[in-house]
């Protein structure tokens, strides 16, 4: 923490948030501050800490399903995904074929919304306020989807261990599709709105440089590593829910600055909407839920899963005591992991850069705290 | 040359303007005037809890099995029944749902055998006090009656 106490007469020690509308959240930073210039950060997180590690001890494993929507509540259908697959992988049965098709469509269309809200209140940080207004208006779309087939829009509970509850509705396939080729056209009147804007640019480019080796000393995940060059995707290099069967690209940049992963992200999302137009071709036919008992009893053991979520590598690690309640779940959050190389980011950078880089690490607070 | 001409005649910035002219169109306005037309839910959607009753006689379809109870996350179910001596069944006696604990997850839906249990398409459930939000049988049989408002 930068002491306040013995600063040169020109240094400031400045509290940015937990209230401030660009920490998308609670998350407060000390700056140490000469004029605009930044010396330091130190980030305080726990605002939004509910414990849900520790709750999860307490419930069975059916039951601690729908918390795991409310750490990435953005992104709720990964999580389920991720803590599902950990589960599974603990009882050793997998998802039946129809319930990996449905589950991969769901989950890239999340990424999708979680891009499209990142890309918004990104965009409304830096000044553009246009874009957020047509980012929500496609979100809507998608969250749609989410509603008619599970019922929530933002907190799903999509996902049962073993597969799925629901089966797909009618007009399931139709409304995806609609929604694949209505939402090409609309990422590029984002990328006609932004690319190019020399306002955009000028805020962007060279600013929160993070290269390729200072990702992987951080453990920095997602976006962020790809933006800085290197082509790691948990879906192509240990794919799971049947990612293998998908053809799709990993889009990568070499700066590594806030403009490339800008791009990378954008890139991401018509690649999320290519993998969702195949999967929903050929939806194979057959049950939904494995074979899994009403009362989910795993065996000894331990289980670490790691999934490609919107904002990185998520990962689920569930130790069993053979009982029907978790002897103890730990989350690897994406945004928390991430969230380390703010300090490095914005270091002899401006005050306003600081907006910038907080909006590119797409960070929720309710994932960071847990 | 072009790329000169561009930056000096403010093209991006000319690019950008054409997608908002673009979208100024009133056929693209997707707002939902909330309480003057109330929006149609998802058929799944779960809000309010129902307890549902035999609409011939009126009984309850509850069979006070306690399924729904043990399901619960938040354990914000109570199910108290008694044993009818001469159907040798257990009948329902009281049926608590305390709302300002449930998180809508449909567990308990998930559990019921009898589908007596339902989440509904009820979702106007705010109120100003914690008063109320305990609902018991005869709540969970009716259901909410929102406040209607005049536009």
């Known amino acids: 923490m930068p002491d306040a106490t013995f600063l040169d007469s020109t240094e400031l020690v400045l509290n940015m948030g937990p209230q401030h509308p660009s920490t998308h959240g609670v998350l407060r930073v000390i700056l140490k501050l000469d004029g605009e210039k930044v010396l330091g950060t130190d980030c305080v997180i726990g605002y939004l800490h509910r414990g849900v590690e520790k709750i999860a001890e307490n419930r069975t494993y059916t039951q601690f399903n729908p918390y795991v929507d409310r750490m990435d509540y953005v992104a709720a259908i990964s999580n389920g995904l991720g803590y599902c697959l950990a589960v599974e992988k603990l009882l050793n049965v997998e998802a039946p074929p129809r319930a990996q098709a449905v589950r991969v469509i769901l989950t890239e269309l999340n990424r999708i919304a979680s891009h499209l809200i990142w890309l918004g209140t990104h965009a409304l940080d830096i000044g553009a306020v246009t874009p957020l207004f047509y980012c929500f208006r496609e979100r809507e779309e ?123 992200r954008m890139q991401e999302m018509r690649q999320a909407a290519r993998i969702v137009e195949q999967a929903v071709e ?22 670490y899963v790691s999934i490609e979520a919107p904002k990185g590598e998520l990962g689920y690690y569930v130790v069993s005591d053979g009982s029907t309640q978790p002897y103890r779940v730990r989350v690897r959050p994406p945004s928390f992991v991430n969230l380390q190389a703010l300090d490095r980011m914005v270091r002899g950078g401006l005050i306003a850069d600081v907006v910038a880089v907080i909006g590119t690490l797409d960070i929720v607070l309710g994932e960071v705290d847990r | 040359m072009v790329k000169l001409l561009k930056k000096i005649f403010l093209w991006d910035l000319i690019a ?116 109320g939000q305990i609902w018991d049988r005869q709540m969970l049989e009716e259901g909410p009656r929102p406040t209607r408002y005049k536009c």
């Open chain 1, 282 to 303: 050929n939806i194979p036919e057959g049950p939904i839920l494995g074979k899994v008992g009403k009362v989910i009893k795993p065996p000894v053991g331990e289980a």
């Open chain 1, 142 to 264: 998608a969250l749609k989807i989410f509603e008619n087939y599970c019922g929530a829009r933002l907190t799903t509970h999509a996902f049962r261990i073993g597969g799925l509850q629901y089966e797909t509705y009618e007009g399931f396939e139709r409304e995806v599709k609609a929604f694949c080729k209505m939402f090409g056209p609309k990422v590029d009147e984002y990328e006609e709105l932004l690319t190019n804007n020399r306002i955009w640019m000028g805020r962007l480019k060279g600013v929160g440089v993070l290269s390729a080796d200072e990702c992987k000393e951080y453990g920095v995940t997602g976006p962020m590593l790809r933006a800085a060059g290197v082509k790691w995707d948990l879906r192509k290099a240990q794919p799971y829910s049947g990612y293998e069967k998908y053809d799709f690209e990993i889009p990568t940049r070499e700066n590594g600055d806030t403009y490339d992963r800008y791009v990378v």
């Open chain 2, 16 to 131: 950008g303007l054409k997608v908002t002219f673009r979208n100024q169109n009133p056929k693209y306005i997707c707002t939902e005037q909330y309480p003057a037309e109330r929006p149609k839910v998802a058929e799944r959607y779960r809000g309010a809890p129902r307890l549902n009753i035999n609409p011939d006689n009126g009984e309850t379809l509850c069979i006070s099995c306690n399924l729904c109870a043990l399901a619960c996350p938040e354990d914000l179910i109570v199910v108290t029944s008694e044993r009818n001596e001469q159907t040798k069944r257990k009948d329902l006696t009281t049926f608590t749902y305390d709302l300002s604990r449930c998180m809508f997850c449909g567990l308990c839906e998930d559990a019921c055998p009898v589908d007596a249990l339902e989440l509904t398409q009820d979702f106007e459930l705010a109120t100003y006090t914690r008063e």
